[in-house]
């Protein structure tokens, strides 16, 4: 089964095709950096890492970058407000979106054009336009795309070229227009855009690029004149991937994006997300709180990127519960110990497969199959749990399951945390290394001779220090092990 995967332009899920397998030119649209991105803009960027994650995982070439909008309105109200250089108002905030990414377990991309970086290329972009006539300058130096011109222009958001208006992300240009439908390629510079750097010379006059033409001249100069695949969140299909499409192809003549794909909104608690409402939250915020990164991702990966998600404090202790879950669940499979290097001649089906390797196999095809049917991630998480609970039970009723079989348990967790990225991200956050091992054993070793001894205060006295520090011991007849929880 290959991977299938909703277009917008087409409406219907279809056969994922690159036009040179194995390499993926995949674009996604990143956070505009005048501030920490919300948890909203992060389900958005976890969606496209896990597509990131199981292209690399089913064998292709990922060629993955995302933009970082560092100047537009909000970034040159924002820089004006704080009576610095847009530049120097933004890094911060591009370093910490990236650093929670990073936090986040969020693969790095190939490269994070920024937009004050590509400027002479979108002038040079904006040239080509006039020159074929899809684009004209106004008095003041601001120059616009003819939507007229450009008969293809409604069909990503199916709608006729007449029934379109400016859309309300970006604010309506003051700036004279032959028709109200036409969008700012170039906007002449206004005195708040000169205090704060953000105006550039250009054949028309200073002035900066439109917000729609910077994704653009990015894409396609680091990836090339047709895409692969372009990812963005649902509120971006009009007008800015709409008009993207009309710039781009209006100059290559060729098709900009072979699949387009839009990540539906989240909802907290609820209710929609909104400044009015005070319910804006920032990964930023619950990272700060000491929240699990790990819970974080697999709240946010819990709904399958075409549905509606609901993102709850409650929602991320149950998250929490089921990462730990998994803690527990590789550190079982480490510390069995295999009966030896042959499966069980009575436990070996026709295939030569032991229980826990038959119960591999089928967890790889039920989690391939969910993530092949439109990126299902609540599909390919009840498959990991699935093999979870019944390896368990496995483990539970046997005594001698063999080292191979075992080990073929093992691969199967590791292949497909290589996809969901919870592991690795867990074991991260909870910051155990060697010299903390040392010391959590060395405390187990006293507590276990403080109880021989029946110094009981002793010995209960460890196990709270252990458990104010996220320690939490199991005493078993084979010995007593910890794990670490937050």
Not at 427 to 439: C, K, N, P, Q
Request: net charge negative.
């Amino acid at each position: 089964m290959a991977l299938k995967l909703y277009d917008t332009l087409t409406r219907s899920v279809r056969d994922f095709e690159p036009a040179d397998p194995p390499r993926v030119r995949l674009y996604a649209c990143g956070p505009t950096v005048y501030d920490h991105a919300h948890i909203g803009n992060y389900r958005s960027f976890l969606v496209y890492d896990l597509l990131h994650r199981y292209l690399k995982w089913a064998g292709y070439d990922v060629d993955f970058v995302m933009n970082l909008t560092d100047v537009d309105d909000k970034t040159i109200d924002r820089a004006a407000e704080a009576g610095k250089d847009v530049r120097e108002y933004t890094a911060p905030f591009s370093e910490d979106i990236l650093a929670d990414a990073r936090a986040l377990g969020i693969l790095p991309a190939r490269s994070y054009p920024l937009a004050t970086g590509y400027v002479p290329q979108m002038v040079s972009w904006v040239e080509r336009l006039e020159e074929k006539g899809l684009a004209y300058s106004a008095e003041d130096g601001s120059v616009y795309f003819s939507i007229g011109a450009f008969p293809a222009y409604g069909h990503l958001k199916g709608l006729d070229p007449e029934s379109t208006r400016p859309g309300a992300r970006v604010q309506d240009d003051e700036y004279e227009k032959e028709n109200v439908r036409d969008f700012a390629l170039w906007k002449a510079a206004k005195p708040a855009d000169e205090a704060v750097g953000a105006a550039w010379d250009s054949p028309w006059g200073r002035g900066r690029p439109g917000w729609h033409l910077e994704c653009s001249v990015m894409s396609i100069t680091e990836l090339g004149e047709t895409l692969d695949i372009h990812m963005g969140g649902e509120d971006l299909v009009f007008p800015h991937h709409e008009n993207e499409i009309a710039q781009s192809e209006g100059v290559t003549g060729k098709p900009f994006v072979r699949h387009w794909v839009h990540v539906k909104h989240l909802v907290v608690e609820g209710e929609k997300m909104s400044k009015s409402l005070g319910n804006t939250i920032t990964v930023h915020q619950l990272l700060g709180e000491g929240l699990s990164p790990a819970a974080i991702r697999h709240q946010l990966l819990g709904a399958q990127y075409r549905r509606e998600l609901n993102f709850t404090r409650d929602g991320l202790a149950a998250s929490a519960a089921a990462v730990q879950r998994l803690l527990d669940f590789e550190a079982r499979l480490a510390e069995t110990v295999g009966a030896g290097g042959e499966d069980r001649v009575d436990a070996v089906d026709a295939a030569g497969e032991g229980p826990l390797a038959r119960l591999a196999n089928e967890a790889i095809e039920a989690f391939r199959a969910a993530l092949e049917d439109d990126l299902n991630s609540a599909g390919a998480l009840a498959a990991l749990f699935v093999f979870v609970n019944r390896v368990n039970g496995e483990l539970d009723a046997v005594t001698d399951i063999s080292e191979s079989d075992l080990e073929a348990a093992r691969k199967a967790l590791a292949s497909m945390d290589e996809v969901m990225g919870l592991l690795s991200v867990a074991r991260a956050g909870l910051g155990v290394d060697d010299d903390f091992v040392t010391e959590i054993e060395l405390l187990i070793t006293e507590r276990k001779a403080a109880r021989a001894g029946r110094d009981f205060a002793r010995a209960d006295a460890i196990r709270d220090e252990l458990a104010e520090r996220g320690i939490v011991l199991e005493d078993s007849a084979g010995g007593t092990r910890w794990k670490r929880v937050r």
